[in-house]
């Protein structure tokens, strides 16, 4: 069997069966991230204790959700695991528990492309790597790749410049004939000189 390996400690060591989620449907785990995510413990263990306000006898999760959630879908699928390190955040009560979870999600500080780059280099992470196992929302990873990485434009999205009076023919599929009327009067809306073909 499989076992998830524990890489850090923290003030105390909880069971995933002791551990109760706190968030609700605040954040969601996209399957993506969740492979990502299990991807990052499988190779580097478990780094990171779980923060827990203790109330009432349960110890409800201010931050380590998707950790845990990622956690014990790994068990399902067969993993073994131990008890996962936590450490205890104390708050007066639950809204207050609540506000300081809300601090754990909200992200401050913004990743900038240039930033990223001078990390990744220092750290000899390749594109692929930050592309595949990393999740850095205000980077577009496709221009961040084209910039700093010489990755080519799929065709798709190459540029094509064309010459005074150069014309382009765009084709829109639509599925019906409102859709196609709504999409004609957005073009013509911004002066685009279009046709309709059926």
Known sequence: MKQIEIKCKGADELSIEQLEEFQGELKDLAEEDYERLKSLITKHGFCAPIFIWQNDGTNKIMDGHQRLRTVKQMVKDGWACPKLPVDW??????????????????????????????????????????KLSYNIPNVNMEKFGQEFYDIPKPESQATFEGGEGSEWLVIVHCTNEQEQALVFEEMKGKGLQCELIT
Do not use: C, H, P, R
Request: hydrophobic share 50%.
């Open 89 to 130: 955040i104390y708050a007066d009560n639950e809204a207050a528990a609540k506000e300081i979870l809300m601090g754990f999600v909200s992200q401050f500080g913004i990743v900038t492309s240039q930033g990223l780059y001078k990390f990744a280099f220092d750290a000899a992470l390749s594109y692929d790597v930050l």
